[in-house]
Nanobody
Framework: VQLQASGGGSVQAGGSLRLSCAASGGAFSSYRMGWFRQAPGKEREFVAAISWGGASTYYADSVKGRFTISRVNAKNTVYLQMNSLKPEDTAVYYC??????????????????WGQGTLVTVSS
């Protein structure tokens, strides 16, 4: 499966952005989808994940209550709605996919397919 992330940009603290990730080349509904981010000089970290049907969602503690992951299988797209953004949310955001049959691992090792990343910059 190929993944294409979009929607990044620059926003002031307290603002909102919605990221999108379009998938192609595979049966989208057979994948668990996730979002990760990587800030300058830091390792890539888990942000959120969503089950193949959208019934289950998972979040990092740092974004819980501010970010919402969702998916529309008919559009082969997963979204990350980011509200109340903080400067520490500044990073390159990546979408990722893994077979729904794999156990959930909230780390890069738990996902097999990656998009190219989209930059989010939050200014204070």
């Amino acid at each position: 499966v190929q993944l294409q992330a979009s929607g990044g940009g620059s926003v002031q603290a307290g603002g909102s952005l919605r990221l999108s990730c379009a998938a192609s080349g595979g049966a989208f509904s057979s994948y668990r989808m996730g979002w990760f981010r990587q800030a300058p000089g830091k390792e890539r970290e888990f942000v959120a994940a969503i089950s193949w049907g959208g019934a289950s969602t998972y979040y990092a503690d740092s974004v819980k209550g501010r970010f919402t992951i969702s998916r529309v299988n008919a559009k082969n797209t997963v979204y990350l709605q980011m509200n109340s953004l903080k400067p520490e949310d500044t990073a390159v955001y990546y979408c990722a996919a893994v077979s729904k049959n794999r156990p959930l691992i909230r780390a890069t090792a738990g996902f097999d397919y990656w998009g190219q990343g989209t930059l989010v910059t939050v200014s204070s």
